[in-house]
């Protein structure tokens, strides 16, 4: 089986900078993906991490380690249109290839 | 169509009667996915396909059946609905199974479950 822990909540103020952490236990790993969803609309995929260290796509960051079962995202120069929740997800192993997301962070950024 | 489309986008359905959701994506995707979506719970896989032709059970399969006769579509029934069927249902496609797995996901169905 697999799991995956993030916090339920996250907040910060226009223009900060924000950390949304992920652990996760997996038979197998393959890779971490990061997607943001705002309310009631579809999932969108951000960024994927399959080795350790950072990868940047603009204001957003993502960061895998492989050894801690631990990645983060994270998100610069804040706006308010960042409010959204956001998942991380693993692929179990094997040849199933089935994908399992985490619960979500509702991350809620202030003027 | 561009992208991944489903239908309805909200519905709401006695228990005990049988729905169809449908899920159709025109970016030639081999893998789909159908999710359920609840509060604090994240998203859920329900079933998937790897390809036309294959189907698998995800982590909440009870009451779910699917099929994947081609490429683009991939339906999602439920045989006898119950109330806790309700949910936000997301239809999901990716171009393979494997990784980086980057899905592409379908606006959402609303179902209520009376």
């Known amino acids: ?111 | 169509i561009a992208g991944i489309t489903q239908a309805p986008t909200s519905q709401i359905l006695a228990a005990g009667r049988r729905m169809t959701l449908r899920c159709t994506q025109d970016m030639r995707h081999n893998a789909m996915y159908w999710y359920r979506q609840d509060l604090g719970l994240g998203l859920r896989l329900i079933h998937y396909s790897n390809t036309a032709g294959t189907t698998g059970k995800g982590e909440v399969p009870d009451g779910y059946s699917v099929s994947r006769a081609n490429t683009d579509d991939f339906p999602l029934t439920l045989a006898s609905a119950v109330p806790s069927q309700t949910s936000v249902y997301f239809c999901a496609s990716s171009k393979v199974a494997g990784e980086p797995n980057e899905q592409f996901f379908g606006p959402g169905t609303r179902l209520t479950v009376l």
Request: overall charge negative.
């Open chain 1, 1 to 111: 089986g697999q799991s995956l822990e993030q916090p339920s909540e996250v907040t910060a103020v226009e223009g900060a900078i924000v950390q949304i952490n992920c652990t996760y236990q997996t038979s197998g790993f393959y890779g971490l993906s990061w997607y943001q969803q705002h309310d009631g609309g579809a999932p969108t995929f951000l960024s994927y991490n399959a080795l350790d260290g950072l990868e940047e796509t603009g204001r957003f960051s993502s960061f895998l380690s492989r050894s801690d079962s631990y990645g983060y995202l994270l998100l610069q120069e804040l706006q308010m249109k960042d409010s959204a929740s956001y998942f991380c997800a693993v692929r179990s192993s094997g040849g199933s290839y089935i994908p399992t997301f985490g619960r979500g962070t509702s991350l809620i950024v202030h003027p």
